[in-house]
């Protein structure tokens, strides 16, 4: 089974429904996947660096409790840890504020070797700014990447170097419309990548210079947080029992990458009916 390392920031969610504080967890989009990761027995490798204050001891007791891996957490001092007010719609969509300070640098500089069946991934709202840029050069070609940008507003000037490094590109339909692009447009701007874009009803992917397109059932979410960060932990949970490396991942079939899918999609909607930005223990 292929190891996963992947690096982002962690954040303290304070979640709000009717403007009233309802609970607050560590979360993160990509420390969301790697905390459900770790919870489905896969070797999850977290890379991140948090402030040496309160909010810090949040993030590292949790991770103790969750039995994670702290090696490649890095506290800094005189750092912010950073927060995120969360406040649940009506729609059951939700709207962040966020404080606290990315240290981009020390990012780059928490990167650690990678084997070439090991799987990365990078992303974040953040990914795509130009301060981004020592964390982009850091990143090795060897393992398979995997690029989440969860766009939420502009595009930044980064994005396409990310996509350009990345073998899978994982997007949602909200961060497809932030780049003013159709599927078809963006297959044909990244054509050798494996490509997927996932909807509430649908997910269409791109494989072998062929769209595709998945239907799915549809629920009624009791929270959406999450959502796409518990797909892309049960995509990967999947990817990492197949043995494919860098050089091989092209080779994916269409069933294999169709089960990789499919399992994302249950991690997701598992995620949707709970207040949890995490898949349950021993999920499978």
Not at 36 to 41: A, D, K, T, V
Not at 196 to 215: A, C, G, W
């Amino acid at each position: 089974m292929s190891r996963v390392f992947s690096l982002g920031t962690m954040i303290l969610d304070v979640m709000f429904e009717n403007y009233q504080a309802k609970n607050s967890n560590p979360g993160g989009a990509i420390f969301n996947t790697s905390v459900s990761l770790n919870r489905m027995n896969v070797d999850t490798n977290f890379i991140t660096v948090i402030g040496e204050d309160e909010v810090g001891k949040i993030f590292l007791n949790f991770c103790e409790q969750e039995n994670m891996k702290q090696v490649n957490i890095v506290s800094k001092k005189g750092m912010q840890s950073m927060v995120a007010l969360a406040f649940l719609q009506k729609s059951h969509s939700t709207n962040y504020e966020f404080f606290g300070e990315i240290p981009y640098q020390a990012l780059a500089d928490a990167i650690p070797l990678m084997r070439s069946t090991d799987i990365f991934l990078f992303g974040d709202f953040f990914s795509s700014r130009s301060e981004f840029a020592p964390v982009l050069q850091q990143i090795q070609y060897t393992p398979i990447l995997y690029f989440d940008p969860n766009i939420r507003s502009a595009i930044g000037p980064l994005f396409w170097d990310c996509v350009s490094k990345c073998d899978i590109l994982r997007l949602s339909a909200d961060d497809l419309h932030s780049l003013n692009l159709s599927f078809t447009q963006l297959c044909s701007k990244a054509h050798d990548k494996i490509i997927i874009v996932t909807d509430i009803e649908s997910v269409q992917f791109y494989l072998n210079k062929t769209p595709h397109t998945l239907n799915i059932s549809k629920i009624t979410p009791v929270c959406t947080i999450g959502a796409g960060d518990n797909f892309n932990a049960g995509f990967l949970k999947k990817l990492s029992t197949l043995g494919l490396e860098r050089a091989t991942i092209q080779s994916i079939s269409e069933q294999q990458l169709q089960d990789c899918i499919l399992f994302g999609i249950k991690c997701a909607q598992k995620v949707c009916m709970s207040f949890e930005n995490f898949v349950p223990r021993e999920f499978d």
